[in-house]
């Protein structure tokens, strides 16, 4: 997903883009816990598209605090 993408979405949607994430980067620790992670690249990745989700969420965040 890209960043224009996510700074379509609104903070909700965001937010649970941001829990889906987590999610998955939970099972990718499972699967390397266990031995089973057969791209350890996607952990790489889904640790970068969480980062991009909280970034957007800041810029909404603090473009909301500097209108009030």
């Known amino acids: 997903m890209s960043i224009q993408e996510l700074r379509d979405k609104t903070p909700d949607q965001l937010k649970e883009e941001l ?18 992670l057969e791209n350890p690249a996607q952990m790489r990745a889904a640790r970068r598209q969480a980062a991009r989700v909280l970034t957007v969420l800041n810029e909404k965040a603090a473009s909301a605090a500097a209108s009030e």
Do not use: D, M, S
């Open 19 to 36: 829990a889906e994430l987590k999610k998955a980067q939970f099972n990718l620790r499972f699967q390397q816990a266990t031995g089973q």
